[in-house]
């Protein structure tokens, strides 16, 4: 199996290629509703719009959580016993994604909460507050084999720091900052291990994975974002 590699296909067709039991660690973050705006009676006045679910080319919840349950399923067939793993989460999704976890075998350990101090604007005014918190869920193959915690406030499951900015901005709309996938990438693998995911993106966990000394292999189904990730990895000189 080849590793440190970001394969360009979708991770239900790759997962399924890979053997199991080989991962330490899956960090990920998979394509999840968005609110989109509509206009209210063709008033184009940002105060007066209302939202919707905007399912990312998926027809319906029903498939999106079906898809999902068949990826996290293969995930847990390629995890060894006591790999953790960090699945992002919208917050009306949470608990229809912890029943998964634990259908398909995994225990569920803890909701972990990321607090962006610089949310995107609330221009849904007066119609609802801003999205600046975020959620991720922690859940385990087993009891977990690595707790590499240096201190009692590593384990808050809350986390507090702004979007990504400045040189780290890539294109990728819904990129994660380093600073809330590096703790938990630390905490949950050793120095060697493999970390997987299969929603890369832009290639954050690859890259958190590679400064901590870990091995990396994603799956990414958009041919630009593979870019910008491999471009993102060769750029961290270790
Ligand atoms: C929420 S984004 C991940 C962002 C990433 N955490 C980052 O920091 O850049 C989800 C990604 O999953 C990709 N994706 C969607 N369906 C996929 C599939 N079936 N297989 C692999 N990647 C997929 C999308 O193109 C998108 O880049």
């Given at each position: 199996?080849?590793?440190?590699?970001?394969?360009?296909?979708?991770?239900?067709?790759?997962?399924?290629?890979?053997?199991?039991?080989?991962?330490?660690?899956?960090?990920?973050?998979?394509?999840?509703?968005?609110?989109?705006?509509?206009?209210?009676?063709?008033?184009?006045?940002?105060?007066?719009?209302?939202?919707?679910?905007?399912?990312?080319?998926?027809?319906?919840?029903?498939?999106?959580?079906?898809?999902?349950?068949?990826?996290?399923?293969?995930?847990?067939?390629?995890?060894?016993?006591?790999?953790?793993?960090?699945?992002w989460c919208g917050d009306d999704f949470v608990s229809y994604f912890n029943r998964i976890v634990e259908r398909v075998g995994f225990q569920f350990r803890k909701v972990i909460h990321w607090h962006k101090t610089n949310p995107f604007?609330?221009?849904?005014?007066?119609?609802?507050?801003?999205?600046?918190?975020?959620?991720?869920?922690?859940?385990?193959?087993?009891?977990?084999?690595?707790?590499?915690?240096?201190?009692?406030?590593?384990?808050?499951?809350?986390?507090?720091?702004?979007?990504?900015?400045?040189?780290?901005?890539?294109?990728?709309?819904?990129?994660?900052?380093?600073?809330?996938?590096?703790?938990?990438?630390?905490?949950?693998?050793?120095?060697?291990?493999?970390?997987?995911?299969?929603?890369?993106?832009?290639?954050?966990?690859?890259?958190?994975?590679?400064?901590?000394?870990?091995?990396?292999?994603?799956?990414?189904?958009?041919?630009?974002?593979?870019?910008?990730?491999?471009?993102?990895?060769?750029?961290?000189?270790?």
């Amino acid at each position: 199996m080849e590793i440190n590699i970001i394969h360009n296909q979708s991770c239900l067709e790759g997962l399924r290629n890979l053997p199991e039991i080989c991962i330490d660690l899956i960090f990920t973050d998979p394509p999840y509703y968005q609110y989109r705006a509509q206009d209210v009676k063709g008033l184009k006045n940002h105060k007066d719009v209302i939202t919707e679910f905007d399912f990312d080319g998926f027809k319906s919840e029903e498939e999106y959580l079906q898809f999902l349950e068949q990826v996290l399923s293969e995930c847990y067939r390629v995890c060894k016993p006591g790999a953790s793993a960090y699945l992002w989460c919208g917050d009306d999704f949470v608990s229809y994604f912890n029943r998964i976890v634990e259908r398909v075998g995994f225990q569920f350990r803890k909701v972990i909460h990321w607090h962006k101090t610089n949310p995107f604007p609330a221009i849904y005014t007066r119609k609802m507050y801003a999205n600046s918190m975020e959620m991720m869920i922690h859940f385990t193959k087993g009891s977990p084999k690595t707790w590499n915690h240096k201190s009692v406030n590593e384990m808050h499951n809350f986390i507090q720091t702004p979007i990504c900015m400045g040189k780290e901005r890539t294109k990728h709309k819904t990129q994660k900052p380093l600073k809330v996938c590096l703790p938990y990438i630390e905490i949950s693998s050793n120095e060697g291990d493999l970390v997987l995911d299969p929603f890369l993106g832009s290639g954050s966990t690859a890259v958190a994975a590679k400064m901590l000394k870990r091995n990396y292999i994603g799956f990414e189904l958009n041919a630009e974002f593979c870019e910008i990730a491999n471009k993102r990895i060769n750029e961290i000189l270790i």
